[in-house]
T-cell receptor
Framework: AQSVTQLDSHVSVSEGTPVLLRCNYSSSYSPSLFWYVQHPNKGLQLLLKYTSAATLVKGINGFEAEFKKSETSFHLTKPSAHMSDAAEYFCVVSELGYQKVTFGTGTKLQVIP | DSGVTQTPKHLITATGQRVTLRCSPRSGDLSVYWYQQSLDQGLQFLIQYYNGEERAKGNILERFSAQQFPDLHSELNLSSLELGDSALYFC??????????FGPGTRLTVL
């Protein structure tokens, strides 16, 4: 069975400081992992995905994530937060050719001016 | 813009009623997925269709049903609505073995 745990429900950072959103997963197979972002009253937008190629994945808007199999983690980072990054972020694990998809509970990122 | 469209954007109805949510996938995508996002349950997978056939089922209630038509658009039917069905309903589409792209969602309010 697969599962995903987002370790923080809320993260608050100052503008210009680094962002770290934590995600741990479990999977019986070689999973695909994703980060999606949801701005208020908007749909989900794909930030980046890991599908067993390079372990360091670069996404849109300066975000990146590193797949660490030994730690079963897929943390999302950004060197410098921008006000427009304030949103909710979902870590997602997928198995079996994307047929089985599990979302984390989400992390709300607040960016303080 | 993901290329996935959903209508209507907002829907307000009363308990006991029935509603239909519509989704048009990205051009060429054969798979359509439905999700429910609510405050207490988070984001939950409901059901997947592939080229008109049901492919996978998640936490979908018996009062809910879906179908995918020959033109690949999909409809999610919710009946005997309860207050707890108030949520944001997302549709996503994907090509075989590819990432899901999400629509903007339909916000359902049951009064």
């Amino acid at each position: 069975a697969q599962s995903v745990t987002q370790l923080d429900s809320h993260v608050s950072v100052s503008e210009g400081t680094p962002v770290l959103l934590r995600c741990n997963y479990s999977s019986s197979y070689s999973p695909s992992l994703f980060w999606y972002v949801q701005h208020p009253n908007k749909g989900l937008q794909l930030l980046l995905k890991y599908t067993s190629a390079a372990t360091l994945v670069k996404g849109i808007n300066g975000f990146e994530a590193e797949f660490k199999k030994s730690e079963t983690s897929f943390h999302l980072t950004k060197p410098s937060a921008h006000m427009s990054d304030a949103a909710e972020y979902f870590c997602v694990v997928s198995e079996l050719g994307y047929q089985k998809v599990t979302f984390g509970t989400g992390t709300k990122l607040q960016v303080i001016p | 813009d993901s290329g996935v469209t959903q209508t209507p954007k907002h829907l307000i109805t009363a308990t006991g009623q029935r509603v239909t949510l519509r989704c048009s996938p990205r051009s060429g995508d054969l798979s359509v997925y439905w999700y429910q996002q609510s405050l207490d349950q988070g984001l939950q997978f409901l059901i997947q269709y592939y080229n008109g056939e049901e492919r996978a089922k998640g936490n979908i209630l018996e009062r809910f049903s879906a179908q995918q038509f020959p033109d690949l658009h999909s409809e999610l039917n919710l009946s005997s609505l309860e207050l707890g069905d108030s949520a944001l309903y997302f549709c996503a589409s994907s090509a075989p073995g590819s990432t899901q792209y999400f629509g903007p969602g339909t916000r359902l309010t049951v009064l």
